[in-house]
């Protein structure tokens, strides 16, 4: 089985003139971009990266970082994608946790590598990308200074190709291991399903540095496709690069599909080329589907859920079973069926058991996708990842007699009230559908009497007092479940990928609590 980097080198032969790579301006044939791969390599080799090495990269979406990712693995070694909403010292803790051997910066994030620069142990080469006056190495003098044709290596399917860190949602991130074995069998599900051919037009919207817009920038070489690079997830920039390029497939997360039809810019553009949005990463609240999906009348949608351990998605919901009405109808709410060769089980998340049909425990994946392993972690890696491969995902819900998945949040995010379980996802989906709730999120606080209790955090249109707000959710969901207090904030706390920051708004409720 050929690595991906010989993917590119057949892409290359087969269609040299096809546009592989759009990023602004420029456009780059699978020919120049195999050519620019090589050059990446050759500055890596030279730079004494081999086989196994680290390379870390700090950078916006660009075609820089899509031609490391090749030139790294054609000299066996590891992209280390880092993320750039981060503070200082959590990079530092990542170049230094990966044992980077090069750096690669980019221009807006200068202030960054000045603040650690002299706290990297392992990195010898500091390199920025179009930057100005600064000490560190310039990308593009360092990768045309490279003379000579870079080592040939031929990966192994298990030699790991990319380490991304997980979002870091639930605790420090933890640098995941992913093989190039893990990405041909992510990357296999898509040709078929996705419909692609020759005309698909792909833009990569998602950050780099997260597995989604990671494996979306890797779909472009492994379907021999067009890519537009979107630099950063930005509504207005999506939306302009859709109508310019006639994109026709795109991966979305939730909160933007929630904003997009709200921006006057973004609906006043041409997006009638999509065919295709998938969607996922975070729980969707019906309502915001239906929002995008009257947006986008014409266009088909696809949910999947995933996690950086499995390479991204896991199971997918087909667009056949995006239907608003009908006996079908809640469907809309499943992450739908396994992808490929993808088993699951739900288990009792204390005892590990597996649970009849229908009941909610944890999920557990068997897949080729599942990760190698998280890096310099045993301990971790061995609590996630069974002998016989069965990986932990963290995440609770439950499968149906039809074989759909249903995600019920994370199991840390579950509310235990009065020896109830509550979801809070099913709680935030209620508060969805109130016409004045624009955003929201629920948490458990500490009750005396109940343990905790769910209290609702809500971004609001319009003064609505707390106990009309309680009394819309007594009126469609149990009474344990319905938001013991409400409170109206400016703005939910998320990460760049929309992730609701739980642990953040938990945590000044529980400070005294022993939990
Ligand atoms: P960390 O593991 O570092 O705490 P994270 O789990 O947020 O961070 P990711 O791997 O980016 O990092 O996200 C995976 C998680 O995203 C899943 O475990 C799940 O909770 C959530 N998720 C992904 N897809 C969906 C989906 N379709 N519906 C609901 N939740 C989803
Ligand atoms: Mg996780």
Redesign the pocket.
């Known amino acids: 089985m050929p690595g991906l980097t010989e993917t590119l080198r057949e892409r290359a032969r087969s269609h040299p003139d096809r546009v592989a790579y759009i990023a602004g301006d420029t456009q780059l044939t699978f020919r120049d971009f195999d050519r620019r791969a090589d050059r990446a390599a050759a500055a890596l080799a030279a730079a004494g990266v081999g086989r196994g090495d680290r390379v870390a990269v700090l950078d916006k979406n660009s075609l820089e970082y899509a031609e490391q990712l090749f030139g790294a693995g054609r000299v066996g070694a590891v992209q280390v994608p880092v993320n750039y909403r981060l503070a200082p010292d959590e990079v530092a803790y990542i170049v230094n946790d990966a044992k980077a051997k090069v750096f690669i910066v980019g221009p807006e994030f200068l202030p960054v590598l000045d603040a650690i620069a002299g706290r990297l142990e392992h990195t010898a080469h500091l390199v920025v990308v179009n930057g100005v006056d600064h000490p560190y190495e310039d990308y593009a003098t360092w990768v045309e200074g490279a003379s000579g044709e870079p080592p040939a290596y031929e990966p192994e399917p298990s030699d790991v190709f990319v380490q991304l860190?997980?979002?870091?949602?639930?605790?420090?991130?933890?640098g995941?291991m992913l093989t190039h074995a893990n990405y041909l069998a992510a990357l296999g599900v898509s040709t078929d399903v996705w419909d692609l051919d020759e005309s698909s037009v792909l833009m990569v919207a998602m950050p780099m540095y997260?597995?989604?817009g990671n494996v979306l920038a890797l779909n472009v070489v492994y379907n021999g496709i067009t890519g537009v690079i979107a630099r950063e997830p930005d509504p207005g920039l999506i939306a302009r690069g859709i109508e310019r390029h006639r994109v026709t497939h795109i991966f979305l997360v939730?909160v933007l599909l929630q904003f997009m039809p709200l921006i006057p810019e973004v609906t006043a553009c041409d997006l009638s080329s999509l065919k295709l949005v998938l969607?996922?990463?975070?729980?969707?609240s019906e309502d915001v589907l239906r929002g995008a999906m009257e947006l986008l009348p014409t266009t088909e949608f696809m949910?999947?859920?995933?996690?950086?351990?499995v390479t991204g998605?896991i199971?997918m919901l087909p667009a056949a079973d995006h239907v608003l009405n009908g006996p079908n109808a809640h469907r809309l709410r499943s992450?739908g069926l396994p992808n490929g060769s993808c088993e699951l089980r739900i288990v009792d998340p204390a005892t590990q058991e597996d649970l009849p049909l229908g009941e909610v425990g944890e999920i557990l994946c068997r897949t080729p996708q599942n990760m190698k392993g998280y890096w310099g972690n045993p301990g971790a890696t061995a609590a996630a990842l069974s002998d016989d491969n069965w990986f932990r995902?963290?995440?609770a819900g439950y499968l149906d007699e039809d074989g759909y998945l249903y995600?019920h949040?994370?199991v840390k995010d579950m509310i235990i009230s009065g020896g109830e379980n509550i979801y809070p996802?099913e709680v935030e989906n209620v508060l969805m559908s109130h016409p004045d709730v624009t955003d929201c999120a629920v948490i458990g606080v500490p009750d005396a009497k109940w343990g905790e209790v769910p209290k609702a955090i809500v971004v609001l249109s319009a003064d609505v007092p707390e106990k009309d707000v309680i009394e819309f959710c007594r009126a469609r969901l149990a009474h344990f479940k319905c938001p013991a207090s409400v409170e109206r904030r400016d703005a939910v706390p998320r990460?760049p990928?929309g992730?609701i920051l739980k642990r953040q708004l938990r945590e000044p409720y529980w400070k005294d609590q022993d939990r």
């Open positions: 860190y997980s979002s870091g949602t639930t605790g420090l991130p933890k995941v997260h597995v989604a939730p969607y996922g990463a975070s729980p969707i949910q999947v859920y995933g996690l950086t351990e998605a199971t992450a995902t963290g995440d995600i949040d994370r996802a990460n990928t992730k």
